[in-house]
């Protein structure tokens, strides 16, 4: 099965900063990769997603870059807000099995 | 328009009670799935619906727990005597359908189950 590895496990940035999030997956098969944020008490909330086809995708101040070769993909945030502390999870999935493998997490904290 | 909603959101057991945490998910959407997460973890695939049908039950982990969507829409996980290692949220999900385009899963809140 899928093996989807997430670092650091925290990040600490100031505000206006960036802050880079990377995962590793396993199964070169996969070819979906969302990234989602979760805060306290919530459910995850999608935040932006790449399909294999593309290297890179961004939306506002948020990007996701993806590296087939290699097996990791990553998130990008630019000039960070102390509304973007939260924890972030990558996943990894395949179209037809549809069950997302998670990475650990990652608890983002903008310092105001 | 109304994202994935469940209930209870919270819900203590004592060891050995039964439990049913309800999904309702997006209206329209044919996949439903149900994930488990762990203090301080990513959540954990435990089963996946099309519909009424239930495609992939791989993830459950044990036969204690039990999960039914009869009409295709509302599901319900279930857990049998249960037991202090089941405490977790447990995250329900649904999707358009799966397949490219289609794939994007919306979570709701969860449910936070203690036993005692």
């Known amino acids: 099965g899928e093996n989807v590895e997430q670092h650091p496990s925290t990040l600490s940035v100031q505000e206006g900063d960036s802050a880079v999030i990377k995962c590793t997956y396993s199964?070169?098969?996969?070819?979906?990769f969302p990234w989602y944020k979760q805060e306290l008490g919530k459910g995850p909330q999608l935040i932006i997603d790449i399909r294999s086809n593309v290297g890179e995708k961004k939306d506002q101040r948020i990007a996701v870059t993806l590296n087939k070769t290699a097996k990791h993909f990553s998130l990008h945030i630019t000039e960070t807000q102390p509304e973007d502390s939260a924890v972030y999870f990558c996943a990894a999935s395949r179209y037809n099995f549809n069950k997302f493998y998670f990475g650990s997490g990652t608890k983002l904290n903008v310092k105001p | 328009g109304a994202g994935v909603s469940q209930s209870p959101r919270y819900k203590v057991a004592k060891r050995g009670q039964d439990v049913a945490l309800r999904c309702d998910p997006i209206?329209?959407?044919?996949?439903l799935f149900w994930y488990q997460q762990a203090l301080g973890q990513g959540p954990e695939f435990l089963t996946y619906?099309?519909?009424?049908?239930?495609?992939?039950k791989s993830g459950l982990p044990s036969d204690r727990f039990f999960a039914e969507r009869p009409e295709g829409s509302v599901s319900t996980l279930k857990i049998q005597r249960t037991q202090q290692e089941d405490s977790a949220v447990y995250l329900c999900?649904?999707?358009?359908?799966?397949?490219?385009?289609?794939?994007?899963?919306?979570f709701g809140p969860g449910t936070r189950l203690l036993v005692l």
């Open positions: 209206s329209g959407h044919v996949s």
């Open positions: 619906f099309q519909n009424e049908a239930q495609l992939d």
């Open positions: 199964d070169s098969a996969s070819n979906y």
């Open positions: 999900a649904s999707s358009l359908s799966g397949g490219a385009r289609k794939e994007t899963q919306y």
